[in-house]
Nanobody, 126 residues
Framework: QVQLVESGGGLVQAGGSLRLSCAAS????????MAWFRQAPGKERKEREF???????????YYADSVKGRFTISRDNAEKSLYLQMNSLKLEDTAVYYC????????????????WGKGTLVTVSS
């Protein structure tokens, strides 16, 4: 069982930046592909949207078109941590951001993820 805890969310103005972190509980963190998803206000869990993913070593990353060029996913296996650097934030980036782990790669389907954190809220204001 992998426990994931997100942090770093908050209120930011459009055009600003935030860095999300996700701390994992298990030493086996490095054996999982990781991803960030988001759920916009008023949306249901089944509408959770893939944002970015990264493979076990961190050598391979992939992004949703909506965040490509603005967001960067990274990981530190020694620290059992996952990160999401978010730049040039837009109003439509407002959502609860979830950290998730998968035993397969790539992992872009929320239904295929093995573990989830509880999320951290990012609110982008005008």
């Amino acid at each position: 069982q992998v426990q994931l805890v997100e942090s770093g969310g908050g209120l930011v103005q459009a055009g600003g930046s935030l860095r999300l972190s996700c701390a994992a509980s298990e030493r086996t963190f490095s054996s999982y592909a990781m991803a960030w998803f988001r759920q916009a206000p008023g949306k249901e869990r089944k509408e959770r949207e893939f944002v970015a993913g990264i493979n076990w070593s961190g050598a391979s990353t992939y992004y949703a078109d909506s965040v490509k060029g603005r967001f960067t996913i990274s990981r530190d296996n020694a620290e059992k941590s996952l990160y999401l650097q978010m730049n040039s934030l837009k109003l439509e980036d407002t959502a609860v951001y979830y950290c998730s782990a998968a035993s397969h790669y790539p992992a872009t389907n929320a239904n295929g993820m093995n573990y989830w954190g509880k999320g951290t809220l990012v609110t982008v204001s005008s």
